[in-house]
């Protein structure tokens, strides 16, 4: 039985296999497709009628890739490397039958075709790609720790060179139709209509049934190996720079290009065969799960909205306030615009609100002259902001989204003003980033409409959304906050309320370790690097100088005051304080902090640290400066977890990530205590809060789970 091709034979001898997967709406690579096109292949070839074949899809899209269901499981099911070498072998094989089969077979790329699906495609021997400029062609697998396990590395360096192939593989990015014609990935591009009568024709009129490479004399387009002129600077730079750029935390890019570079310096069957040796090593590695997982798995639920409370009717925002056009509210602007939302942006004064509004008109005349827009959709777009003073502008918006200064009176004035004009029903979000909503929601007539949408800065580009549950938020909006989310492409998390709530509060751990480990007399340096070679995008002095010292100055100060003698200060605290208070060195902002920002030069670390704090005799290796910033984020989560401020592992993956950047290898802070293992992380943390301090305390629930090796997920 075949459930997800149609086949048919024409008039002229060709056979038209369609993929087309019942009840899903992109087709996949699932073992059930590779076994019915396997079956298809046999008998259009044993067909003594048929000259030769067409492969479409009977989606928008081609294929979107391989269905990653047991892929993503396969490190916890204990599989060896040599399994997950039979595992990419499953496809290649086919795939090599398919190429070599004897007969012609012509590919009608109707859409997207990513990963296995583009696999597919090289293996036959003519490619017709749709114009469409949302059909682009990629391997994004390295982007979940995996490579292109299907040929991938084989043909498309045989097919269009080492030098253009290696950036599609290691970067994982997709190219258009355009691009894709002229570095040869595809032989024709023609509008979809047409795609399928054009392979017929090629069939009919060429139809050469022989793949490049098995030909006579093939010859790997500007050379195999490293010994050519351009190959050389490839592979030595692309090995530096990839070494730079992954800090060796990342295995896939490493055995991509050795795949590439021993693959392509043998016969095809050889190379496929090196392919799937360096993918069962990726496969059955724990770099690979936390990525397909947090990245791909958690991340596409979360996208899908996976902790909307479950009954309540799906909601569009079609007018929405903003309160406040600074950073924040010009950012939140431009994303909603985009997203198509009416938006109404009030700050006190005229001359605010048109300076948020021209902050979205920077975007976009930036876009227009990339090429990424046009102007007249720029126009659009800034249409859709009205700058405005007057509350009664607001009348009409189902979400208003308050992001003025960091006051609870502030906050308390425009949220009794917003609400005396917007409709009963309407949403109140704060992007607070520090006050619990619970206090700012008192302010509030309805409460129970009251959430936290904390956004990042710079909100156009970050792609993480915390949607914060006051005491009395209710299950409407928080499900209605959460459509908005989608509705302006951002990806969702849903915690409790809480000081600095789940992502302000672990992440400030890690820039508080790093001004501890400076106090400590640590080599600036060192922590720094330290920070980058864990695989964090930036130092947390650098971080800290970008943030400002000031702001974590005042939250300091106020939460003090807040808590009076029950506060406890960090123990980076005293290098706050000293920075602000004494030596007038406030951050990036400021011109100065703890490095150094000459005019049109690169930042450096400024020199006087060492005066302030000298340099202990005896510095520690690296790999500890590198565990005390991920362990103290790691544990901080923990402890998110067992207060409730965390409801899900998943959360706490995916905020670290998408919300701070924590180190996409480890999958994530819960999932970077389940790779080292939950007992040798609560033995490291103990071990250190000997060393370091009470910070570093665990509690009993999470020894309590290390004991019974209960891990996150
Ligand atoms: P900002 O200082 O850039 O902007 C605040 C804006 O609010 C200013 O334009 C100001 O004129 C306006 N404003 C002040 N009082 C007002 C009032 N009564 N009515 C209307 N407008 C008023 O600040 P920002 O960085 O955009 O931060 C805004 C909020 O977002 C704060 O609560 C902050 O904690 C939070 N937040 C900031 C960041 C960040 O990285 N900057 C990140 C997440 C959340």
Redesign the pocket.
């Known amino acids: 039985m075949n459930n997800t091709i149609k086949y048919s034979v024409d008039a002229d001898g060709i056979a038209l296999l369609v993929i087309d997967l019942p009840d899903k709406s992109m087709n996949v690579l699932t073992p059930e497709l590779t076994s019915d096109m396997t079956a298809c292949v046999e008998k259009m070839v044993a067909d003594e009628n048929v000259k030769g074949a067409v492969l479409t899809s009977g989606k928008s899209a081609f294929i979107a890739g391989a269905d990653i269901k047991d892929m993503v499981t396969a490190y916890d099911r204990g599989i060896t490397a040599e399994e997950g070498y039979e595992f990419s072998q499953g496809l290649t094989r086919f795939l090599r039958e398919l190429e070599t089969c004897g007969k012609p077979v012509a590919v009608a790329i109707n859409g997207l075709a990513l990963g296995g699906g583009l696999e597919v495609c090289l293996a036959c021997h003519y490619r017709i790609l749709s114009d469409d400029p949302r059909a682009v062609l990629g391997l994004p697998e390295v982007t979940i720790g995996l490579l292109p396990g299907a040929g991938g590395t084989q043909r498309l360096p045989r097919l269009i060179g080492t030098a253009d192939a290696l950036p599609m593989i290691l970067q994982g990015k997709s190219i258009k139709p355009a691009k894709a014609l002229e570095l040869g990935v595809v032989h024709e591009i023609a509008p979809a209509a047409e795609l399928v009568g054009r392979a017929k024709a090629w069939l009919l009129e060429n139809g050469d049934p022989v793949a490049p490479w098995d030909k006579k004399g093939f010859k790997v387009p500007g050379g195999a190996g490293a010994m050519t002129p351009r190959n050389m600077q490839t592979f030595m730079m692309g090995t530096s720079l990839l070494a730079k750029t992954t800090q060796h935390n990342y295995p896939a890019p490493i055995a991509a290009i050795s795949a590439v570079y021993e693959g392509c310096i043998t016969p095809i069957d050889t190379g496929l065969d090196i392919e799937s040796q360096y993918f069962g090593q990726l496969l059955s590695g724990v770099v690979a799960r936390n990525m397909m997982r947090s990245l791909f798995v958690n991340k596409g639920a979360a996208d899908k909205l996976v902790r909307r409370p479950a009954g309540i009717e799906k909601s569009r925002i079609s007018k929405l306030g903003i309160?406040?056009?600074?950073?924040?509210?010009?950012g939140v602007a431009y994303v909603s615009a985009k997203a198509g939302i009416q938006v109404v942006l009030?700050?006190?004064?005229i001359e605010?609100a048109e300076?948020?509004k021209a902050y979205s008109e920077g975007l976009l005349n930036r876009a227009v002259q990339r090429g990424y827009s046009t102007e007249e959709k720029a126009k659009g777009l800034l249409d859709m902001i009205h700058p405005t003073t007057d509350y009664n502008d607001l009348e009409g918006c189902d979400l208003v989204i308050?992001?003025?200064?960091?006051s609870r009176e502030?906050?308390a004035?425009?949220t009794a003003k917003t609400e005396a004009v917007i409709p009963e029903n309407a949403i109140f979000a704060?992007?607070?980033?520090?006050?619990p909503i619970t206090g700012l929601a008192e302010a509030s007539k309805r409460p129970e409409s009251f959430i936290g949408l904390?956004?990042?800065?710079p909100v156009d580009k970050m792609p993480l959304v915390e949607l914060i549950v006051g005491e009395k938020s209710s299950d409407e909006a928080i499900a209605r906050g959460l459509d908005y989310i989608k509705q302006i492409r951002k990806t969702p998390i849903v915690v409790n309320d809480s000081p600095g709530f789940y992502t302000s509060r672990c992440f400030s751990t890690s820039t508080n370790e790093g001004m501890t480990m400076l106090a400590e007399g640590i080599n600036p340096a060192l922590i720094e690097n330290g920070a980058k070679m864990a695989g964090l995008p930036v130092g947390p002095l650098a971080v800290m100088d970008e943030?400002t010292l000031d702001l974590g100055y005042k939250i300091t100060m106020q939460a003090a005051a807040d808590q009076g003698d029950d506060y406890t200060f960090d123990s980076g605290f005293p290098v706050i304080r000293k920075f602000v208070e004494d030596l007038d060195r406030k951050g990036k902002r400021f011109g100065k902090g703890f490095y150094e920002y000459p005019e049109g030069e690169k930042k450096y670390l400024w020199p006087g640290l060492a005066g302030h704090y000298p340099l202990a005799e005896e510095q520690p290796p690296v790999e500890e400066v590198k565990n005390r910033l991920l362990y103290r984020q790691a544990l901080e989560t923990a402890r998110c977890l067992e207060e409730g401020v965390l409801n899900h592992p998943a959360d706490a993956d995916i905020g670290s990530i998408f919300g701070w950047g924590f180190p996409p290898w480890t999958g994530g802070t819960l999932s970077f205590i389940d790779t080292v293992g939950i007992g040798h992380f609560v033995e490291e943390c103990d071990r250190m809060a000997k060393a370091y301090g009470p910070r570093f305390a665990v509690s009993d629930w999470l020894r309590q789970r290390a004991a019974e090796g209960k891990g996150f997920h």
């Open positions: 309160l406040g056009a600074g950073m924040m509210g010009a009030l700050d006190t004064g605010a300076r948020g308050e992001a003025v200064f960091e502030i906050k004035d425009v704060s992007n607070t980033s520090t006050l904390h956004f990042f800065s943030v």
